[in-house]
């Protein structure tokens, strides 16, 4: 089967449709290693990349939780990272970056192509038991780079991993640049609830959840493990686990959903 026709990001039509949120500078590279790590990198050589949007048409060394390697064909995805302002906003509520994100771009995705996308706590993006999109947020004090992998327009064939799936799978050939503008513009939106401590941000993300509800297996940092039924998320973000009558409280972890009994 031919690779299907790529076309690249069209810079001055995402610039444009994005003047008027918060992101004030957008660059699109053709390669790179990881979005994320090239925002840390100018943070730390002393540039301010709060409101900074870097994209990538190929991102060679994309990474996941724990370091995890993510690639997909060139063009094929949005890999975009942003650095997100977090002055004023106490540092225990900054753990709702990562699931604000998946609840814009689940809301994109759901209203732009009627696809049913949910939110994996803390960081996934699902339909059904498809990974479309994965998130990963890493702090550079004042500023937060907020990495996003969405998933566009790879084959079956091109799978980066057995769990993905793309728009392309689902039916839908989405124009990146537009896809790309529409997140951004709704991030902008739900990040400024964030800021303004909305608490409807959290009951939307509690109905965007595929996870609250769920059987899962958490496995936490050094190794140890919870099982039991996923009843919540607290107001800082955080997933309340029911380990056989008692609730435990998740802050970071690995969760893998369940199948019911």
Do not use: C
């Not at 940092?221 to 607290?234: L, N, Q």
């Not at 008692?246 to 959903?257: K, L, Q």
């Amino acid at each position: 089967m031919p690779a299907p026709d790529r076309p690249e990001l069209n810079i001055d039509r995402l610039r444009a449709a994005i003047s008027d949120t918060e992101w004030r500078r957008v660059d699109v590279v053709e390669e790179t290693g990881s979005t994320n790590a090239d925002l840390i990198a100018r943070a730390a050589a002393g540039e301010d990349i709060a409101g900074a949007v870097l994209l990538a048409e190929h991102q060679t060394a994309g990474r996941g939780r724990h370091g995890r390697s993510w690639s997909a064909p060139p063009r094929s995805q949005i890999s975009m990272s942003v650095g997100v302002n977090a002055t004023g906003v106490p540092a225990e509520r900054w753990g709702w970056l990562p699931l604000l994100t998946g609840l814009a771009v689940a809301q994109v995705v759901r209203e732009n192509y009627g696809v049913d996308a949910g939110v994996k706590w803390p960081n996934d993006i699902l339909v059904g038991a498809g990974k479309v999109a994965g998130i990963l947020a890493e702090v550079s004090a004042p500023v937060i780079v907020v990495g996003l992998g969405l998933n566009v327009g790879f084959t079956a064939d091109e799978l980066p991993d057995p769990n993905a799936v793309s728009l392309m799978m689902l039916g839908h050939d989405a124009d990146r640049t537009a896809l790309a503008a529409t997140v951004l513009q709704e991030l902008s939106r739900q990040l400024h609830r964030w800021r303004a401590g909305d608490p409807g941000l959290a009951a939307d993300y509690r109905n965007a959840s595929t996870t609250i509800g769920a059987p899962v297996r958490a496995v936490l940092p050094g190794d140890s493990e919870i099982v039991g039924v996923a009843t919540g998320i607290d107001d800082a973000g955080q997933l309340l686990i029911d380990d056989d009558g008692t609730t435990v409280t998740v802050s970071a972890g690995d969760i893998t959903h369940l199948r019911h009994a």
